[in-house]
């Protein structure tokens, strides 16, 4: 039996899309659009820009950046 359960910041993906209405690539491109920056000052980005919570910034944040790494 496999463990097909999504874990690290990948898991918020759905519930983000459905409490914000705008999908997990849009929000994606927001954050490439201001790099560089840093993390931090991206996730306040989301929070007062787009009233994001600090959980879903974050995770938008870290996959993103870590897109970018390659990894």
Known sequence: M???KIKGPASYFPAIE???GRSI??????VR????A???ELVAM????HGMGHGHANAI???TLAEEKGG
Not at 25 to 30: E, F, G, N, S
Not at 33 to 36: L, T, V, Y
Not at 46 to 49: G, V
């Open 2 to 4: 496999t463990d097909d």
């Open 18 to 20: 459905k409490k914000y």
């Open 25 to 30: 690539a849009d929000w994606q491109a927001l």
């Open 33 to 36: 659009a201001r790099a560089p």
């Open 38 to 40: 840093r993390h931090m």
């Open 46 to 49: 989301l929070k007062t820009e």
């Open 61 to 63: 944040v870290a996959q």
